[in-house]
């Protein structure tokens, strides 16, 4: 064969391997959607557009008497049997169950915020946050997370993520900026492709394929401080910018994951120039659906619709005629399918309007095979044996180590050697899983301490890493360090989500700022680790310090942390955020004036 057959051969492989990788697009299922709406009665069609939180369901047979479409564990919302594997799987397949007792026996998409993992259940391997994945630069390694994900959210039963978040959050004080991969919307856009693909696959219909769902459209990282809470914050607040910004910062996520054949969006609580997202077509509907062509569905946020006007209904007309097609209704589920019918009755919002939302709705329900009668909708029970475990948990440590920045090595005091006489470990968050892990894992908001078992702290990593000889001691306070070959100090934020995380000051807490001077005290080489949810104004604590690692929220596997404070592999991470010297610093970005951060986007040391 000569060369130029060879090449030609290998174009055309190449060209028929990635028409195969590339998903079948949503509306080539319309054909199987049409005869089905077309038996669709009004209330039918108005349950698929409808989810309440499992949580606020009373009677379970609600689900055949309105037809509910889908079901959502929010953030808190655990079965009332308890927290296990066991109980979740339970509680998805009785709620999926009630779905055959009607006339279509149109099952129920069941949503959760797996947003680092199957975050909500014990149990589950923990991931770093979006911002620690985007410091890994590595998308290939992004996809492989969101599939591990994805296997454990499908051992519940569950088929929906409210995931990947692929938010540009331009001002770091934002409660929500661990959500988001990067402050540079081209990482962005990069590593949500990616994350739709891990969590998809290349065919919806797999049944480890899970629904992902960008969010929150659009624009929700751009609000501008003072917008929200009383002046006091920046979450669900306004994002003041003209559309060709927009489009250029805010919207480049969006276009990959739509590239990617995401299956849902879930448009923000945020305003853009005043107007609630939820409530605007030109957003929803001309630039989404018409201009970027997603043929998925909208869901909106938890309650979301309630803030697009203060009467409700007419709040519900705005936001369907708007381009709304599922509305996260946790509590208010049958006010809103009263309210949608009337409206419907009184010609506010058109049938046509209806059906395209149920449409989209179907579309992505014959997509996953939720359609196929030959196959069970119940959870597959023997996916539970890789649930949490240490195959998925090797994925999870591989996040963290690449995650990992290293901002300042002094000395080459890293890496550690594991034959150290004795490494003192200091620092509240250094035996603290659920300050490592941070914010929506096990409840909404998160919380300190031992949250989920099957984890290690930095703390347990260290010692399990040493060589046999090697003592290691530990206080919290980071005092009793006099004599130690080295110490380890873990400090940074405790846990928190969304508008509670708004904050106008990201100085260290003063425990962390002693834990660090006590442990400097004793007059040995310092290694601090910051977990944190965004950069930190460190202040004196970089000068005390002989190293600084940010490794931001990384989850369950703390011993990815040890391997790279012992050199068995190499920090490779990167800023995906600019750090700022100080809090004048924040909210600035290439090309702005007096724009000077104290280690720039793209900063990172190594060994
Ligand atoms: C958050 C969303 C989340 C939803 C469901 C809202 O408070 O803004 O990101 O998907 O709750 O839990």
Not at 191 to 209: K, N
Not at 290 to 317: E, W
Not at 379 to 402: I, M, W, Y
């Amino acid at each position: 064969m000569n060369y130029s057959r060879c090449s030609r051969v290998a174009a055309l492989l190449g060209a028929a391997l990635s028409a195969a990788s590339q998903p079948k697009p949503l509306s080539s299922f319309d054909a199987q959607v049409k005869p089905l709406l077309a038996r669709m009665t009004l209330a039918e069609k108005i349950g698929q557009m409808t989810q309440p939180d499992q949580e606020y369901i009373k009677d379970p047979t609600d689900i055949e008497n309105y037809f509910v479409g889908s079901i959502l564990s929010g953030g808190s919302s655990d079965p009332k049997e308890g927290n296990s594997l066991q109980a979740w799987t339970d509680l998805y397949d009785r709620l999926q169950r009630h779905t055959t007792n009607t006339r279509l026996k149109i099952p129920i998409l069941y949503g959760v915020d797996a947003v680092h993992g199957h975050n909500n259940i014990l149990g589950a391997v923990i991931f770093p946050h979006e911002i620690g994945l985007g410091a890994t630069r590595n998308a290939a390694l992004v996809e492989k997370v969101e599939r591990v994900t994805a296997e454990e959210v499908r051992a519940t039963g569950i088929q929906w993520a409210f995931a990947p978040c692929v938010t540009v959050p331009r001002d770091v004080r934002w409660g929500r900026t661990y959500e988001g991969f990067s402050e540079d919307p081209q990482l962005v856009r990069e590593m949500a492709g990616a994350a739709v693909r891990g969590f998809q696959g290349t065919d919806l219909a797999s049944p480890l394929a899970v629904l992902a769902c960008a969010k929150h459209y659009a624009g929700d990282g751009g609000t501008a401080f003072g917008s929200a809470h009383g002046g006091r914050g920046l979450d669900q607040g306004d994002t003041r910018v003209d559309e060709a910004t927009l489009r250029r910062i805010h919207l480049q996520g969006y276009i990959a994951a739509v590239q990617a054949g995401v299956g849902s969006i879930m448009p923000s609580y945020s305003s853009w120039n005043g107007v609630k997202v939820s409530g605007n077509k030109h957003l929803l509907t001309e630039i989404l659906k018409q201009g970027l062509g997603f043929q998925g569905f909208l869901i909106s946020d938890y309650n979301a619709i309630d803030q697009v006007d203060r009467d409700y209904k007419k709040a519900i007309g705005i936001s369907i005629n708007a381009g709304m097609d599922m509305a996260m209704v946790p509590t208010k589920y049958k006010e809103f399918i009263a309210d949608l019918k009337q409206l419907v009755d009184e010609g506010v919002v058109p049938m046509s309007r209806i059906d395209d939302a149920v449409t989209r709705i179907l579309r992505v329900k014959f997509a996953m095979g939720l359609m196929d009668q030959n196959r069970s909708q119940l959870a597959d029970r023997s996916l539970r044996k890789t649930f949490g475990s240490a195959e998925h948990r090797l994925v999870a440590r591989e996040a963290v180590r690449q995650s990992l920045v290293l901002l300042k090595n002094r000395n080459k005091v890293l890496p550690m050697k594991k034959t150290a006489a004795r490494i003192h470990v200091g620092g509240k968050s250094a035996d603290d899983l659920g300050n490592q892990c941070g914010g929506w894992t096990i409840d909404w908001q998160g919380k300190s301490g031992d949250v989920t078992p099957g984890g290690t702290t930095v703390l347990a990593a260290i010692r399990k890493a040493v060589a046999k000889g090697t003592q290691v001691t530990f206080s919290k306070d980071g005092t009793g360090a006099a004599g130690a070959t080295v110490g380890v100090v873990v400090i940074g934020e405790l846990p928190y989500a969304e508008g509670d995380g708004d904050r106008a000051d990201l100085a260290l807490a003063q425990e962390d700022v002693d834990a660090v001077a006590n442990m400097k005290a004793a007059g040995i080489s310092v290694v601090v680790i910051l977990f944190s949810g965004r950069p930190m104004i460190l202040g004196g604590v970089l000068d005390q310090a002989d190293a600084v690692v940010a490794a931001w929220l990384p989850g369950t596997e703390g011993e990815g942390i040890a391997d790279v404070l012992f050199g068995d592999f190499r920090p490779t991470g990167k800023l995906s955020f600019a750090w700022p010297r100080s809090m004048a610093q924040v909210a600035r970005h290439p090309g702005d004036k007096d724009y000077d951060p104290l280690f720039a986007f793209g900063y990172g040391l190594s060994y």
